[in-house]
């Protein structure tokens, strides 16, 4: 077959790949820094033409979708993610933007079997020799996405790094129309972690020995634990992981990560899509050392507690003293997502010799108000993102209090130790309201 002919006969302009869209169709916009950006303008243009077109996303990174702003009444297109980033969150308060909870390693299986996808938009790289298109950092679910939808328009991008894994890829037989576009990989920079961020960091080292295997989330204290990894005389490391970040890189490099000790997928560092600055997108770009896999593989409990010594660190916004976790929301307002947490604390206690640790500063400010992050109960509203069946070793810069298997009372006990100091007469004396302390309980 000629590739080539093939490729010339499918390419169209955005403006007439989108009228593949019909008026009630289920439209899938990529994930993460795979969103797309040329056709969704393509499409947006399209609003008086069209009406009740759901649009869902992951964690879009390539800036506000213009389908969702152009229409505030929602009557035209109705946007929706799995897993909100800034730009999400900020449609979310305006109204404009609908969370879908999940568990994250199910979603291919939601595609596969319980959702419909009308239509795909999907970046992609150019296409090579063998006729394929590389999905680059963001494999997750997008061949789920794929194989479920009726047409398929591929959204190709030269910035784009080539990724190699697991149904990393697409056919061009399989792709009903191309588009072509150049802009650039959105860029996710680390935030800076603060000097809490830093002595939470040094709590979780303590914690770290040769050989293991990690798992770090978003944010500036998993950050600041991957920056004292990278400088530390720690060997053998290995990565599994949800997201690639840059402080992986800086592990590589200085000598920390080898994946000679893993138990499975030896010698490869395991993600399942990437967000960093271009020194991680350089990095991974055909890098046999990284494994690109699909989030049903890479987050799967029984996948991770394969892996012996495994640690998860992972960020949350508050806990209550009967230890339900709350990452993704403040009261009624969405914030974040479920996302991968969850399913490592589950890895991470069957993994042979493995720890999960949920990590957060004891307090946080509005304004010039102070307030604790752990609370008697979580606010009103509070999405509870890990039960407390399941909650592993929660962190914060006073200590480790380690959950698993303590009653309410020694639960309270424990959270308690490692709130602020000028918080805790509050929550013992809340905690006795609430029938979880006991008199003999230390102070």
């Not at 000790?261 to 560092?269: A, V």
């Not at 997502?337 to 993994?351: E, N």
Request: charged share 25%; aromatic share 10%.
């Amino acid at each position: 077959m000629n590739y080539t002919e093939e490729y010339k006969r499918k390419l169209v302009t955005p403006e007439e790949a989108v009228k593949v869209v019909k008026s009630g169709d289920w439209v899938d916009y990529g994930s993460f820094t795979g969103s797309v950006v040329v056709l969704d303008k393509a499409l947006a243009t399209r609003r008086d033409e069209l009406w009740d077109v759901k649009i869902r996303s992951c964690t879009r990174f390539t800036g506000i979708p213009e389908a969702a702003i152009v229409d505030p009444t929602r009557e035209h297109f109705i946007y929706n993610g799995w897993q909100l980033s800034g730009y999400e969150r900020k449609l979310s308060d305006q109204g404009l933007c609908s969370y879908i909870p999940i568990v994250y390693y199910e979603v291919p299986e939601y595609y596969r079997n319980y959702i419909d996808v009308d239509v795909a938009f999907i970046p992609v790289t150019p296409m090579d020799k063998h006729g394929f298109f590389n999905f680059g950092p963001q494999v997750s679910h997008t061949m789920a996405i794929c194989e479920k939808a009726k047409k398929i328009v591929l959204e190709v991008n030269p910035n784009i790094p080539r990724c190699f894994g697991q149904e990393e890829a697409i056919h061009i037989s399989k792709v009903d129309y191309i588009v072509e576009a150049d802009y650039p990989i959105a860029e996710i920079p680390a935030a800076k972690p603060n000097d809490i961020d830093k002595k939470v960091a040094s709590i979780i080292m303590e914690q770290l020995e040769d050989g293991c295997c990690l798992q770090l989330g978003i944010g500036g204290m998993p950050n600041a634990v991957g920056e004292m990894i990278a400088n530390s005389d720690l060997k053998d490391l290995g990565i599994h992981t949800e997201m690639f970040v840059d402080s992986m890189v800086d592990m590589v490099e200085k000598g920390r990560v080898t994946g000679a000790r893993k138990n499975i997928d030896r010698y490869k560092m395991v993600a399942t899509f990437a967000g960093g600055t271009k020194k991680t997108y350089d990095f991974i770009d055909e890098n046999p050392m990284c494994a690109f896999l699909p989030v049903n593989y890479t987050n799967n409990p029984n996948v991770i507690g394969q892996l012996d010594n495994f640690v998860s660190i992972n960020n949350c916004i508050d806990v209550d003293l009967f230890g339900q976790i709350n990452s993704e929301s403040s009261g009624i307002r969405q914030i974040s997502g479920t996302g991968g947490s969850i399913c490592f604390a589950l890895g991470a206690f069957q993994s042979r010799g493995g720890k999960g640790f949920i990590c957060m500063t004891s307090t946080f400010s509005k304004g010039d108000k102070i307030f604790s992050r752990i609370r008697p109960t979580l606010e009103p509203g509070s999405a509870v993102t890990i039960h407390r069946g399941m909650a592993p070793s929660i962190v914060t810069e006073y200590g480790i209090a380690n959950l698993k298997g303590k009653a309410l009372w020694q639960r309270a006990e424990a959270l308690i130790s490692i709130a602020h100091p000028d918080f805790r007469e509050e929550l013992i004396k809340r905690a006795q309201e609430m029938g979880i302390w006991r008199k003999s309980n230390k102070r």
